[in-house]
Nanobody, 127 residues
Framework: QVQLVESGGGLVQAGDSLRLSCAPAGRPFATYAMGWFRRTPGKEREFVAAITMRNGRTYYSDSVKGRFTISRDNNKNFVWLQMNDLKPDDTAVYYC????????????????????WGQGTQVTVSS
């Protein structure tokens, strides 16, 4: 099966920036959309951002819009999340996600849309 590997998390201060990276452990695979979710203990997983791989259409949660930017390399199934002006509320484990490419033309913002999940990378933002 598809395995996704995230990197780039760390400990930063409020106002700092981080860039998260995601890549498949194996060969490229068929996918319509990839993206990022995050989870804080005691809370549900929260949608952060997604991007359609062929056309590069982007989707963002209201809480990160204007601060985070998602990008991709469709040929390699690579995705990145540039995170600027980080806030303590951004502290979470961030997960890279991908669908299986069987559906298309939908809004990729729900966790049910995604079939493949990475192990997560920790982002901690101090005040």
């Amino acid at each position: 099966q598809v395995q996704l590997v995230e990197s780039g998390g760390g400990l930063v201060q409020a106002g700092d920036s981080l860039r998260l990276s995601c890549a498949p452990a194996g060969r490229p695979f068929a996918t319509y959309a990839m993206g990022w979710f995050r989870r804080t203990p005691g809370k549900e997983r929260e949608f952060v951002a997604a991007i359609t791989m062929r056309n590069g259409r982007t989707y963002y949660s209201d809480s990160v819009k204007g601060r985070f930017t998602i990008s991709r390399d469709n040929n390699k199934n690579f995705v990145w999340l540039q995170m600027n002006d980080l806030k303590p509320d951004d502290t979470a484990v961030y997960y890279c996600v991908a669908d299986n490419g069987r559906d298309y033309g939908y809004r990729p913002t729900r966790q049910e849309n995604f079939h493949y999940w990475g192990q997560g990378t920790q982002v901690t933002v101090s005040s």
